[in-house]
């Protein structure tokens, strides 16, 4: 999937700088373009790039209305096709996106039972044969597992038909009640088989090695997963999207009679259409211990008894209500009483809702015993209730979630209700970018913008299209050659190397667009191209004339000669060695970036890239590198490979001929050159002298810059730490042979006198 960028910046949307805003023509922009060209505004309007509609912002462009539809695009546009089961703490890596494509294609626009089943629920009764792949997690319950499978059985056209299946395996213990656990699974599937926006299930298999097989629908992604993908917190757009399908969800299973309760983030799946489904639902009575303690101490029977430790909730998103097995009270008003119910699923519903606007789970950092005690007998909500409020979260919504997490559970709102309210502010949201006014081509059509050209390009379009397609500058050059502004914005060639087309690129060079061409944010063709690992178009643009460019830093202070490093590519490096000048090579093989010159970040090779930085220092010393440059530790690359123990990095660079004497240049002493103050003191109270004698067990160099500092005039040699050590005694904790004669006149020379060495008998000493 294409993820949206800005047209006039190319540049991926986010939900900060680059957040996609809406001008009142309904074209959209990302928030740095739009503030930058207000800067330059005469007054308070924008003129519209694309249709040159002019639209009143006020002070600031923060005052326009984000494109929500856009940002959740750009959320999931990366996301994986991970296979998610409720509760589980795996996930499959072997699978093929082919197969979520193929499931994808597969399903109906509108499924009725969640979306994950092709043709509804599965007859059990026909697809005999099941088969485990591989398992993806656990319950918190001891014999509990979930894994995916296939279902294979009944006949289709073409053969046996088989269905990918999510199977939770319960093992069967000897308390259970088999039958009555059946029975109730039973009833479970036929009153849910109908309810929309939850994860089907299709029933339950006993199999021969003493297991229920629990078959449901196989999903791709859960709510937590896509949170996680999202920086831990949803967009506004994703909430109300992923709400509405939860509570239109939760609704449908309370009118036919089931009471969900386990609703939270990782019990909430996306099936292959991106709808949210509730799973889990229900299953948490039917398959609680058989035998619970505060059962047999209250003499309920093991059926009808509920509570937190026989269903085994999750704290975090449990009602009050819940946590106790239901007692029969002797004042006959007192509501809380009840047990759980459906509106113990509005208190879950509540939290969940806290943690997809917050990106925190509610009550973080508490264990179960620690929540009982805040939420039963403290009576306090989430403090993470309160990041909600005023953040941009409609007003509606969270005095929504405040209604939720009401301790009077008859005062919590129903999800039919809370339905109504996620539709009605979807509403309100851009569903899609809106069509271009004059040609009625919508964002990413790809027919019709290719349709759209093709009449240009014959002739039938507007005159004024085709003769913008064919114009040229003053030089000869096509406009699609050229930046979309002068001094603003790439050029098509940047948009060409950012999408990584090598063919289009080869014409649009061969047409004369400029290799070395560099847009307003200081990225030349070759950064992008670089950045984004296309080396094919890379290497075009290095045999087109672009070698210059591998010395132009941009805004970060980052050649391209640098990215190649940082994204160890060889096969660039050694291209740029063979078409460059010599005056490119210079200019640009020793240029600083914040981690040093390319050989001293090639030298630092990363875990499982030694091949690739190995290569790459033998290329940049052959290509005339300065082995003595030094990072921003002042290390050469020779420090670094010694220090990372590289035999053959070190071998490489010994070979070209570096010193093998080099030395580090000290930051001490330009530290001092500079009139660095030794004598300050830290939050532990040590100076300069104190932790250079301290460090000095690993680094005798230290003692030496000990001397130059005690030639100071105002060394403070007699201050004190907290600890109450003085340098002296650092000094004389280190063995006295690594105290040199010149050491000591320092130090006699500020009055410190070491203590004598006391050689006892059997002891070597020199003479």
């Not at 509610?362 to 909600?388: D, F, N």
């Not at 296309?534 to 045999?543: G, K, P, R």
Request: with cysteine; charged share 25%; glycine share 8%.
């Amino acid at each position: 999937m294409k993820v949206p960028c800005c047209s006039v910046c190319h540049t991926r949307y986010n939900d900060e700088e680059r957040a996609p805003l809406l001008l009142h023509c309904g074209h959209g922009f990302c928030k740095e373009c739009l503030s930058r060209m207000f800067a330059s505004s005469l007054d308070n309007s924008l003129s519209c790039p694309r249709c040159r509609h002019v639209t009143l912002v006020g002070n600031s462009v923060s005052a326009l209305r984000k494109n929500f539809a856009l940002l959740a695009v750009t959320a999931t546009g990366n996301s994986s096709s991970d296979d998610d089961v409720s509760d589980g703490d795996g996930v499959v890596e072997n699978d093929e996106f082919e197969e979520y494509e193929e499931d994808r294609r597969r399903s109906s626009s509108a499924s009725s039972s969640g979306g994950c089943s092709v043709g509804g629920a599965i007859e059990l009764a026909n697809h005999g044969e099941l088969k485990f792949l591989q398992r993806i997690g656990e319950g918190k319950r001891a014999g509990v597992e979930m894994w995916t499978a296939t279902l294979a059985g009944g006949v289709r056209a073409g053969g046996r038909c088989r269905h990918k299946v999510a199977v939770r395996k319960v093992s069967i213990t000897e308390e259970m009640d088999v039958m009555w656990v059946q029975s109730q699974l039973e009833s479970l599937r036929q009153a849910a088989i109908w309810c929309r926006n939850v994860c089907t299930f299709h029933g339950v298999i006993r199999g021969v090695d003493s297991c229920l097989s629990l078959v449901m629908d196989r999903c791709y992604g859960s709510l937590q997963s896509a949170m996680q993908r999202n920086e831990g917190r949803l967009t506004l757009e994703q909430i109300l999207r992923y709400g509405a399908d939860i509570a239109r969800g939760v609704a449908e299973l309370h009118a036919a009679g089931v009471v969900c309760m386990n609703l939270k983030p990782s019990n909430i799946l996306l099936d292959v259409t991106g709808h949210a489904v509730v799973s889990d639902y229900g299953l948490p009575a039917i398959l609680k211990k058989p035998i619970c303690r505060k059962a047999r101490a209250e003499g309920d029977s093991s059926i009808i008894h509920s509570c937190m430790d026989c269903t085994m909730l999750s704290p975090h998103y449990t009602a009050p209500e819940a946590w106790e097995p239901v007692r029969k009270s002797l004042n006959l008003f007192w509501e809380e009483a009840i047990g759980i119910s459906a509106e113990s699923d509005a208190w879950s519903f509540g939290c969940t809702l806290v943690e997809m606007c917050t990106g925190t789970v509610p009550w973080a950092g508490l264990s179960a015993e620690e929540i009982y005690r805040t939420v039963v007998k403290a009576r306090r909500l989430p403090p993470q209730y309160a990041s909600v409020v005023g953040v941009g979260i409609p007003r509606e919504l969270w005095k929504m979630i405040g209604e939720c997490l009401q301790f009077k559970p008859s005062k919590r709102p129903t999800f039919s209700a809370m339905l109504a309210i996620f539709l009605r502010h979807l509403q309100s949201l851009p569903r899609s970018p809106p069509a271009s006014p004059e040609n009625d081509v919508e964002a990413w059509d790809l027919n019709g913008v290719r349709n759209f050209l093709a009449k240009a390009a014959s002739g039938a379009g507007s005159s004024a299209v085709s003769s913008l397609l064919e114009a040229q500058n003053n030089d000869g050059r096509l406009r699609s050659t050229l930046p979309v502004k002068e001094g603003f914005g790439p050029s098509v060639a940047h948009v060409c190397a950012y999408h990584g087309q090598p063919d289009c690129m080869r014409e649009l060079l061969l047409d004369g667009a400029d290799p070395n061409a560099v847009d307003d944010e200081g990225e030349s063709v070759l950064h992008r191209a670089v950045a984004k690992k296309y080396t094919d178009c890379a290497l075009i643009l290095l045999e087109h004339g672009g070698s210059r460019s591998m010395g132009v830093p941009n805004l970060k202070e980052l050649t391209p000669l640098h990215l190649c490093v940082a994204t160890w590519n060889v096969a660039v490096v050694r291209r740029w060695v063979e078409v460059a000048t010599t005056e490119e090579i210079a200019d640009a093989i020793n240029i600083l970036s914040p981690s040093g010159t390319a050989l001293c970040m090639a030298a630092a090779a990363k875990k499982d890239h030694e091949k690739e930085g190995r290569e790459l220092v033998r290329l940049l010393l052959a290509a005339g590198a300065d082995p003595t440059a030094q990072d921003a530790q002042q290390r050469t690359a020779l420090h670094t490979a010694a220090m990372a123990n590289d035999v053959e990095l070190v071998q490489i660079i010994l070979d070209a001929g570096v010193d093998v004497n080099i030395r580090a240049k000290s930051c001490i002493g330009l530290l001092l050159s500079a009139g660095a103050d030794y004598n300050f003191q830290d939050d532990e109270g040590d100076n300069a002298f104190h932790i250079a004698a301290d460090a000095a067990k690993m680094i005798r160099e230290n003692l030496e810059w000990i001397i130059h500092m005690l030639k100071c005039p105002d060394a403070a040699v007699d201050l004190r730490n907290h600890s109450g050590k003085t340098l002296k005694d650092f000094l004389e904790a280190l063995p006295r042979e690594w105290i040199s004669e010149d050491l000591m006149e320092a130090l006699l020379d500020k009055g410190v006198q070491l203590s004598p060495t006391i050689y006892l008998a059997g002891d070597w000493c020199e003479i």
